[in-house]
């Protein structure tokens, strides 16, 4: 069935260096490929998105990259920073239906 | 202020109490979906509604009910709950746009659910 499989559950890293979290989508007709950031206590916000007609985008010090050939899809931090510590979530949009089928989450820890 | 509200923010109850959460969003949104949040197992979709009156089932519906009668208001509704509906709940909304529901999706601050 539909499923979106996501690594590392936790990362943790120094400030400054880089981050890279990892999904994997099981439809290859998926079209869109968002990336939620869940800070303590809150529901999740969106940061970035790519749809399949583009490989890569960025906005700042975030990335996500996408190769719908291998059906992976990656958010990549750079220059971390400590408020940059959260819960991180993938998503994608299968085909034909309406709804996202969201990855099970990646806990970001940056120390300072 | 563009957000989704959900009332209650905690609630504590017992096994076969029903139970009404509510949420609504004052951004016009056709989209309002359902989900719950349990450590290792992410977020999974519960319910959703395209638009009033429209309400299709998501990932993990059973034991729970919900209405689209105004399109600001999507209450979640647990007839009878059990402990394995223990969990935090969130509600989002979205544009229903052009690439079906695949807009920003906006998140309510969640409801920590307890059924002792």
């Known amino acids: 069935g539909e499923n979106v499989e996501q690594h590392p559950s936790t990362l943790s890293v120094q400030e400054g260096d880089s981050a890279v979290i990892k999904c994997t989508y099981s439809?290859?007709?998926?079209?869109?490929f968002p990336w939620y950031k869940q800070e303590l206590g809150k529901g999740p916000q969106l940061i970035i998105d790519?749809?399949?007609?583009?490989g890569e985008k960025k906005d700042q010090r975030i990335a996500v990259t996408l190769n719908k050939t291998a059906k992976h899809f990656s958010l990549h931090i750079t220059e971390t920073q400590p408020e940059d510590s959260a819960v991180y979530f993938c998503?994608?949009?299968?085909?034909?239906?309406?709804?996202?089928?969201f990855g099970t989450g990646t806990r970001l820890q940056v120390f300072p | 202020e563009a957000q989704v509200t959900q009332n209650p923010r905690y609630l504590i109850t017992v096994t076969g109490k029903k139970l009404t959460v509510t949420c609504s969003q004052n951004?016009?949104?056709?989209?309002m979906s359902w989900y719950r949040q349990d450590p290792g197992l992410g977020l999974r979709q519960i319910y959703y509604?395209?638009?009033?009156?429209?309400?299709d089932k998501g990932d993990v519906p059973e034991g729970y009910k919900v209405s689209r009668k105004e399109k600001r208001n999507f209450p979640l509704i647990l007839e009878s709950p059990s402990p394995n509906q223990t969990s935090l709940y969130f509600c989002?909304?979205?544009?229903?746009?052009?690439?079906?529901?695949?807009?920003?999706?906006?998140f309510g601050p969640g409801t920590r659910l307890t059924v002792l």
């Open positions: 951004m016009n949104h056709e989209y």
């Open positions: 439809d290859s007709a998926s079209n869109y």
């Open positions: 790519i749809r399949s007609n583009v």
């Open positions: 989002a909304s979205s544009f229903k746009g052009r690439y079906r529901a695949y807009n920003e999706q906006f």
């Open positions: 998503a994608a949009g299968f085909h034909n239906t309406d709804k996202l089928i």
């Open positions: 509604s395209m638009n009033v009156e429209v309400t």
